[in-house]
């Protein structure tokens, strides 16, 4: 299995732009992670999806953040508009279970720049 | 509040210098503690779980334990290679909650 796939690997836009990441999970995974990582805040736990709905969104920080999952292989999350804050690395993760002692797996981000 | 701490933030060490990263934690009941290590440009990558104080896990040069309190990661006259950074994190015993992580301890091993 080639692993967690994101897109893309590096993303700069404009202020006010929409942006839009992109997310293929490991086949057979049930579940499906959003996470944001920065310096000051570490990894934060966005998002997450079991069989393709969502569960838990308490961590999308704004109503201009948005995810989809529209079948078991492919996620988006979206900005809308975007802001410098929103400057981070976004991580895409899966798991066969929520509680597995394998813990998941990572695709190896965007990293997105708003200027 | 579900809190998971790591220290130090970076640590620098020489070829061979054993030392001890600490991850502290705080949650309403432990279903599992993890262990990740994340090289740059990468995502984390999964490398223990520990269910209960008292257990230890290892890998190469790593040693992971638990107490009811703290995880520590002990790493053994390391090499060059072990540079990067080591997250922990933690996933409780309510239902539907995902996994909750720390800053992170980046570690340099100069030869």
């Known amino acids: 299995d080639a692993g967690v796939i994101q897109s893309p690997r590096h993303e700069v836009t404009e202020m006010g732009q929409e942006v839009t990441l992109r997310c293929k999970p490991i086949s057979g995974h049930d579940y499906l992670f959003w996470y944001r990582q920065t310096m000051m805040r570490g990894l934060e736990l966005l998002i997450y999806f079991n069989n393709n709905v969502p569960i838990d969104d308490s961590g999308m920080p704004e109503d201009r953040f948005s995810a989809k999952m529209p079948n078991a292989s492919f996620s988006t999350l979206k900005i809308q508009p975007s802001e410098p804050r929103d400057s981070a690395v976004y991580f895409c993760a899966s798991s066969l279970a929520l509680r597995g002692g394998y813990g998941y797996t990572f695709g190896s981000g965007t990293r997105l720049t708003v200027v | 509040e579900d809190q998971v701490t790591q220290s130090p933030e970076a640590l620098r060490l020489q070829e061979g210098e054993s030392s001890s990263l600490n991850c502290s934690y705080t949650v309403s009941g432990l279903r599992g503690l993890f262990w990740y290590r994340q090289d740059p440009g990468k995502g984390p990558e999964f490398l223990f779980t520990?269910?209960?104080a008292g257990e230890e896990k290892e890998k190469e040069r790593l040693k992971a334990t638990l107490t009811k309190k703290e995880s520590f990661l002990h790493i053994t006259a390391p090499k060059p290679e072990d540079s990067a950074t080591y997250l922990c994190a933690v996933q409780a015993v309510q239902a539907g909650t995902a996994l909750i992580f720390g800053k992170g301890t980046t570690l340099s091993v100069s030869s």
């Open positions: 520990l269910y209960s």
